[in-house]
């Protein structure tokens, strides 16, 4: 019986092509962000378990990959104990966290304002369904140690020219603040202890409608004019008209949503100033899910797509969760599997090939070390080549070159080896010609003046 | 109480430095590894449990970290458990299973030779000690598909070219074959049951010398002629002619051990007719840990350096226990932290600062978008540029610039700003002059001809 060569579910194999697109997106992401002064860091794949707790919310904690102890750690399996005295480590889940620790634990050597970028792997024990993966990466950029404006624009700025630069031309980056919600909260009058449930409800406004957030609204246990209330301040539509009234109302009764208010007029402000790639609009409804956020949350989305393709947030509190005195943070977090589904469909990704670009087929017996020695001469010349390993029909050796995507194969035959040459055939035109190795290799530069750089 | 800042015991954080280096090297093994038709893969963190367990023996089997079941999935706790019950996932152990099973499932589309290479992470549960991680970089070739020995010769000859490209001048090769360690045995009448400790002892050469082999050997239940036939056959030391002698030791006694030995012979004339860089040599102790090689086995070592930087080896039937039928490969896997460190020793690391070059301060309010507006400037003429965050002393500004390795610092104040110029300040030398913004960056630009290409 042999074993099942699937992939673990939520997970996915990447082949050749699927590994240069991803390349390539990188690449172009990695570059705008050094361009914005971030530089990169990377960390652990698996934490010591009480890094991530407490982190996410109670659905995050749930969907923490753990590592089970060592067999001389574990302890003997008795009722009594709980699944947490099975594991001390646990997979990343997010960049941000990790980010957090890495500030605290190096503070006095990072520059004062410790701009990095990082492009990692995370897991989430989600239940696998189309598009939604266990195993995915994300594209962060984070500003730490300052509480200026500036780290906002420019958390935004780069996030943004990051998709403009991958050919992206219509998306809508979306502001809110989560004083903002706080106050639209207080001035409704509900109570703290349903402020989270109550903006899960209302950050669903784009799947279930205003309908169906009032339904999910009045099983919190909501009276009909509070649902009214909180309709008309946060239900009623977006944009800068309607972040000037929330400010005017949050005057009077609510001194968090009135500076939550303030932050993101003085954010447009300085976003008219000195423009951003993609549209900007204040979103009221717009709640991010992680527990961390404590000013500015944002996130970009593309036309004709659910959901966003990135996101993030102000964090003030989470760097002093590892530090014990508080580092103001913000950061924004591109999903890079969403980008390169839309990439796909649309058609916009690059294609880069890295395979062989010459194989030296072998047509008699006697000639595989010179064939190496001139796969060799063709590799120091600039071009990607191998060796057809085993003698075959020299019909066979071609269809592999094809399969491979070989533009030229070089054969290598007694009558040629003993004459001093090789015989070079092109792969697209099917002409084949004789010449001395040197010759081939400078025909093959010629028709590939990009090789030899 | 703040939480512990450090990484998990075994693991590390890389800071900007790091990651520059690691890049650098990772870049110069893909490029030399794409020149001989090697293309990349990557497979997921972790794999189904069964994928990885019986692979690797019984001592690597302990050390595969495995992922605790979701809480919904994990049994009740009972004494009766077995530590495995709690787990179905594992974190990767190498690249090479992870390798086998993709082939095996993607048989049908892949080419006939499929020739892949990838640089990922794997993790163990050693003991954490001095150089030596539970998470840890490899970068992998494998040739896959062929028993020809094109496919050994091939993943040697990229494998020493990467480290000649690195820098490494002086390294040795050294050649072995699983089947002349087994008729090495065979000829000394060792039950097969003892091969496996057997070859472990004769492995340990290198460490503990000829008298700690022995002991071992004897604490095996070794006797004392089997160890003297033993020490003569495989302890007598390597080289060219010892193979030759071998090889006709075995021509009577162990067919086993003389196909080993012939095809190691034919290897050498391959590589006597298409040398690789550096020096190969025949190793009869060398023996490798892992169960499943089957054939020629290698390993490089460094001159002044105990253990490898990397080492591989044919396995003919792993790809079959996914396949059901053998598919014949061959790898070699290069060691990243070890190169690392000794480049690093050596002072062979390449520097590649990705911070900003420019840093804008600003000398007075009101100013900040004027600034932002002047850094897009700065970036779109292809320089690397950031806005200083916060209004303080110009002094505290410099200071920050110089901390970040910037190049230089366009100073943004209320004087300048009225004039439409400004001031532009060179780190190095101390010099400041006062231009039009575009002067400004056409004055950095001339200073620094890579930058805008």
Redesign the interface.
């Known amino acids: 019986m042999?074993?099942?060569?699937?992939?673990?579910s939520g997970?996915?194999?990447?082949?050749?092509a699927?590994?240069?697109a991803?390349?390539a997106v990188v690449g172009v992401v990695q570059r705008v962000y050094?361009?914005?002064?971030f530089?990169?860091?990377?960390?652990?794949?698996?934490?010591?378990l009480?890094?991530l707790t407490s982190k996410y919310g109670d659905e995050g904690d749930?969907l923490i990959?753990?590592?089970?102890k060592?067999?001389d750690a574990?302890p003997?399996?008795?009722?009594e104990?709980r699944?947490d005295d099975?594991?001390d480590?646990a997979?990343r889940y997010d960049l941000t966290v990790?980010l957090a620790?890495?500030v605290?634990?190096?503070f006095a050597s990072?520059?004062?304002?410790f701009?990095?970028y990082q492009v990692q792997?995370v897991?989430r024990?989600d239940r696998p369904q189309r598009g939604r993966f266990r195993?995915f990466y994300q594209c962060d950029v984070d500003?730490t140690g300052?509480t200026?404006l500036?780290?906002e624009?420019?958390v935004i700025?780069a996030a943004s020219e990051a998709l403009a630069s991958l050919g992206f031309s219509a998306f809508e980056i979306r502001l809110n603040d989560r004083r903002v919600l706080t106050g639209a909260l207080e001035l409704c009058g509900i109570s703290p202890a349903l402020h989270g449930a109550t903006l899960t409800a209302v950050d669903k406004l784009d799947k279930v409608g205003i309908s169906g957030v009032r339904d999910e609204l009045a099983a919190l246990g909501l009276g009909e004019s509070t649902i009214d209330a909180l309709a008309a301040t946060l239900l009623g539509g977006g944009g800068r008209a309607r972040l000037d009234e929330l400010a005017a109302r949050f005057a009077d009764g609510s001194p968090t949503g009135a500076a939550g208010a303030k932050t993101l007029q003085d954010l447009f402000a300085?976003i008219d100033?000195?423009p951003v790639s993609g549209s900007v609009e204040f979103d009221p409804t717009l709640a991010r899910g992680l527990s961390y956020y404590t000013g500015p949350i944002f996130e970009i989305r593309v036309p004709d797509l659910a959901g966003s393709i990135g996101g993030g947030g102000r964090y003030d509190g989470l760097i002093?969760?590892?530090?014990?005195s508080p580092v103001p943070a913000v950061g924004f977090s591109l999903g890079l599997e969403r980008i390169l589904v839309i990439m796909e469909e649309r058609g916009m990704l690059p294609s880069e090939p890295?395979?062989?670009e010459v194989?030296v087929a072998v047509a008699d017996e006697g000639l595989?070390?010179?064939a190496?020695?001139h796969a060799?001469a063709v590799?120091a010349a600039g071009?990607?080549?191998?060796?057809?390993?085993?003698l075959t029909k020299l019909g066979k050796q071609l269809s592999?070159a094809e399969?491979?995507g070989a533009q030229w194969v070089i054969i290598v035959g007694k009558r040629e080896a003993d004459a001093g040459v090789v015989a070079l055939k092109n792969m697209a035109t099917g002409d084949q010609s004789v010449y001395p190795l040197g010759d081939a290799v400078a025909a093959m530069l010629a028709a590939h003046p990009t090789a030899a750089t």
């Not at 050094?34 to 002064?37: H, I, K, L, R, T």
């Not at 530089?39 to 010591?48: K, S």
């Not at 071009?383 to 085993?390: D, F, G, K, M, S």
């Open positions: 042999s074993v099942s060569t699937k992939p673990a997970t996915r194999d990447f082949l050749p699927a590994v240069a991803r390349r050094e361009s914005y002064g530089v990169p860091i990377e960390t652990p794949a698996f934490e010591r009480e890094v749930q990959f753990r590592i089970l060592r067999r574990l003997a399996l008795t009722p104990l699944p099975l594991t480590l997979l990790p620790r890495v605290a634990a190096n990072l520059p004062k304002f701009k990095r792997t897991w024990a195993e500003y300052t200026s500036i780290a624009h420019t700025a300085m100033a000195a002093g969760m590892f530090r014990g890295t395979a062989a194989v595989q070390s010179l190496l020695r060799a590799r071009l990607r080549a191998e060796v057809y390993p085993e592999y399969s491979v």
